[in-house]
């Protein structure tokens, strides 16, 4: 793809890297090289990182991709599991009541390393896939006060993440507007918890609707973060996707780096 020309300084919230080759699903697919190309031709000039899913414990995986953060112009983000069902339902709460935490999960003292390592700037929750941690890593979690990404949609959505996570004094950086996959719904319902929660924000991967983002740009033009969701999507896409909004210059400078070095320091220049 040609290298896009654009008067703006784009930082990415949303990049996932793989550091098992044999676990690519293509070549090159989530391959840090790959990455650093795609984002000088987008003109993105400094990206968060994070593995994709795994079985078991993510600490080698964490490991791996702070390693390949090196002399790269990108931010590693530690990923996080948990022995907790996200769901809501009372079958969740049951399963919750025999759930427990093992060596394979997440717990406060991991957090409390990784917080402190210079190596990672931040953590990434996919509660579907991994579980949600428990109430002991959430207070850790709070204690060291970094951003947290968290997968939005179906799987866990806006009131969920309200309950779970928003009652602690974190920021939460809810990728794909808390809607994956697609969900217009859902977009709206997060863009709506923005109104009662100061520590939330919306990153823009995979959204693809201007209409959601448009509004959540211009009604609250401080909280929504640049994500493109490399490497399901090209971040040329994703930066094509804001400069095509009908929103004023300024709030597209908010979106691309303002906020996103606001609420993650090592996004900034």
Known sequence: ????????????????????????PRDGMGDPEQLEREMHQAGVVRSVVFPGERDGSYLKANNAVARMTVERPMVAFARVNGSRDPGTGPGSTLRNLANSRTEAHTSPEDIEQYAYDDRFYGFKLHPPTDGLPDEDVLAELESVSLPVI?????????????????????????????????????????????????????????????????????????????????????????????????VPEDAMRKVFSNNPNRVIEALAP
Do not use: C, W
Request: charged residues 25%; negative net charge; glycine residues 8%.
């Open 1 to 24: 793809m040609l290298e896009l020309e654009h008067g703006f300084r784009v930082v990415d919230v949303h990049a996932r890297l793989e550091p098992d080759e044999q676990r690519r």
């Open 150 to 246: 968290v997968h939005g949609g179906e799987g866990f959505q806006p009131e969920a993440v309200a309950e779970s996570l928003l009652t602690y004094d974190f920021p939460v950086i809810l990728s794909h507007f808390g809607a994956h996959p697609l969900r217009k719904d859902l977009m709206e319902r997060a863009i709506d918890l923005l109104e009662g929660h100061d520590n939330l924000y919306l990153d823009t991967s995979a959204v693809r609707y201007r209409g959601p983002m448009e509004r959540a740009v211009l009604e609250h033009p401080d909280r929504v973060l640049f994500g493109s969701g490399v490497p399901s999507v090209h971040p040329n896409v994703a930066v094509m996707e804001i400069l095509t909004l009908d």
